[in-house]
């Protein structure tokens, strides 16, 4: 019996512990050394680059740049993917078409979707779509990808774009799952078809559904880098602001500007630390 | 209410269906049509002409990079069912004394996702001499404690009569998981393959820390490069976006029932 379970599960763990746990390791050991250019532990100093990250400002500014992304990426994202995975569900002709339609985006990369974005969509010049739109109301061009707060909308219609379609494919699975029973129950009872069997029955019973997108809503959200990487960045760098936590690391640890493993490897494990907090919490909340 | 059902349904539809269009008008109009102040609708000629000026352009290399990323994907896809199908039919199957221990280290990464660790993980990687390489770009991406922890969800599910009468006939774990599990299972390989296929397809941040060479880009790198140096073309940066997306719808439109299926698998028990 061992032999064979390590026949199976052997090549796998094998790897895992190569690729994850001695990555994981290897960072937390770093943590704690001074280490430029170099992935070998140089200087010990202890908690100087926790201290350094926490204190510093640009760590916790992109920790805050992050908190203000998903404060408007993750409600929208739930909402809207509700919104049209209701709409969708409750059609019979042409279902599939809309389905499709909507999830279509999924096939894009961030970085195609980038490139729409910056240079068709929100194009600063006069020929971007936006801006041809403002023109017709006569009004002034917008540089969209320089100018606060308007960057925060280029960011968060992207991430719309491309994520909704997942979302509402979960939510339609959820719905799918709703005996019909149930429905037909409210409707004797009395109960309108729209807000109140949504409000009492829809909702309850897609709670499993909800968590498990709000988890994931947040921790992709956590893990945004490359709709910002792409739209900000340029040749010449990235801009000072609007900089989420991986995009900071990024730079920190494999910048123009010097390799810094230490406080990149310092940033990473508190990452590590509040996501797996979060998840946790959650996991909390399903299994309650 | 039916009507209002729709009219929301298709004014959506056109809204997400913008960005593809897009990338067609943009990738086929010549640039003084794309820069111009009056927007077209569509290019008032269609310059088929731009395929081969963007393929025959040697600061492009195109080609390559979507060489490598069908490698990198086709690699990564089948190396990520090999590896976490049989490890998830192992800890779900086989009994041994430290399986637990085992699961517990599995579901422990569960809760670390990939793209945070890509600094500890370059580290390992650059110490491995991988930068630039083939390996670097694949192997790291396989051990995927998710999958192996979706299979092993979805094989214990699985009918055990089934295996016993391949037992019955003389089969051991390794005949039976060939021959008669992995035969019976072809939709829920499909469906997580799919997904594989998706997400290394468009991965972005790994192949950009790794692929630092321009000969091992794969095509998000190198569509990535042209947009923040904007150093070509910006016919050509479309037409070459609609290149790289062209596999991929081709998957959705031939594969959607696997896909769908393979979202709801991975989603829910995220």
Known sequence: MTRSFWLFVGPFFLGLLVFVYVPIGWSVLLSFFDARNTVTPTTFVGFDNYADMLTDGPFLQSLGTFSLFALFVVPLTFVLALALALLVNGIQFMQTFFRSVFFLPFACSYVVASLVWKLSIFNGVRFGLANTLLGWFGEEPIPWTVTPPWYWLVLVTLRLWLQLGFYMILFIAGLQRIPQHLYEAAWIDGASRGWQTLRYITMPQLRTTSVAVLLLLLVAAYQAFDEFYNVLGTDRGYPPFARPPLIYLYYTALGSGGQDFGHGSAGAVILTLLIAGVTLLQGKVITR | ?270
């Open chain 2, 1 to 270: 209410m039916k009507v209002v059902r729709y009219l929301a349904l298709s004014v959506a539809a056109v809204l997400f269906l913008i960005p593809f269009y897009l990338v067609l008008r943009n990738g086929l109009a010549s640039e003084q049509e794309i820069t111009s102040p009056n927007w077209t609708f569509w290019p008032s000629e269609i310059r088929w002409e731009n395929f081969a000026e963007l393929f025959a352009n040697p600061a492009v290399p195109l080609v390559r990079s979507l060489i490598n990323s069908v490698l990198v994907a086709v690699l990564q896809t089948a190396g990520q069912l090999l590896l976490c199908g049989l490890a998830g039919y192992g800890l779900a199957r086989i009994p041994y004394r430290y399986a637990n221990v085992v699961l517990y280290l599995v579901i422990a990464t569960l809760m670390i996702p990939a793209a945070v660790t890509f600094v500890p993980t370059f580290v390992v990687v650059s110490t491995l001499g991988w930068i630039s390489d083939l390996r670097g770009l694949v192997i790291p991406g396989l051990f995927s404690g998710f999958t192996t922890f979706l299979f092993r969800q979805y094989f214990l599910n699985f009918p055990r009569e089934i295996e016993e009468a391949a037992r019955m006939d003389g089969l051991g774990h390794w005949g039976t998981y060939w021959r008669v599990v992995v035969p019976n299972s072809k939709g829920f390989f499909a469906a997580l393959g799919v997904i594989a296929f998706v997400t290394s397809w468009n991965q972005f941040l790994w192949p950009l820390v790794i692929a630092q060479d321009q000969d091992s880009w794969t095509v998000q790198v190198a569509l990535s490069t042209f947009l923040t140096a904007q150093s070509i073309e910006v016919e050509q940066l479309f037409l070459a976006a609609a290149v790289s997306i062209t596999p991929l719808v081709i998957v959705f439109v031939a594969l959607q029932r696997f896909l769908v299926r393979g979202v709801t698998e991975t989603g829910i028990k995220g």
